[in-house]
């Protein structure tokens, strides 16, 4: 097995198919957060994200700012918990998952790990007319992101992101969720 993304062997057409298929999960995955479209982040999601014996960590990683972590999580769970109306699900909440750089390495003939650049911004407003911030808060950082080959196509299957500094109140976004754990 290789740990890089040379696919030695493999026709370029293939390499090409496996990049930008988890380029595609990448986009989906930052775009459905954003748009809240969580119909389109199940299309894109794992059919569970979780812990492998053989393989790095493929997980739902979130104590850089919940203090969370989830090994093992059904889609449909990954979805309720990203939709919460304490988590991205609120409806005053905008944000904007901004991807830079990134690295890829083939881990599994099925699995590639993604680090990517991130800069996530985070505004909760006063009211639904979107005209008065309520807090507002931006991460940068990088994220650990896991795809896997499932249901004939390259799927998100975890994240783990590293915050490297904030801006403005990002400790105050998710005030509740983080008072509920």
Not at 87 to 115: A, C
Not at 167 to 173: H, S, T
Request: with cysteine; aromatic share 14%.
């Amino acid at each position: 097995m290789t740990n890089n993304l040379s696919f030695e062997g493999v026709p370029p057409i293939h390499v090409k198919y496996k990049v930008t298929g988890c380029q595609r999960a990448l986009f989906e995955w930052a775009d459905s957060y954003d748009t809240k479209d969580w119909e389109r982040l199940k299309k894109v999601a794992a059919p569970t994200l979780r812990l492998f014996d053989s393989e790095p960590m493929e997980q739902i990683d979130y104590r850089s700012f919940l203090d969370k972590i989830w090994e093992n999580m059904p889609r449909d769970e990954f979805i309720l918990m990203a939709s919460d109306p304490h988590f991205l699900g609120n409806p005053l909440l905008k944000t904007q998952h901004f991807v830079g750089l990134g690295t890829w390495e083939k881990v599994g003939e099925d699995m590639i790990v993604g680090s990517h650049q991130l800069r996530v911004a985070h505004q909760r407003y006063t009211d639904d007319g979107f005209k008065e911030v309520a807090v507002k808060g931006h991460a940068h950082g990088t994220a650990t992101i896991w795809y896997t080959r499932a249901e004939g196509e390259w799927k998100f299957a975890g994240v783990c992101p590293k915050i490297n500094w904030t801006e403005f109140d990002y400790d105050k976004v998710f005030v509740k969720l983080n008072e509920t754990a």
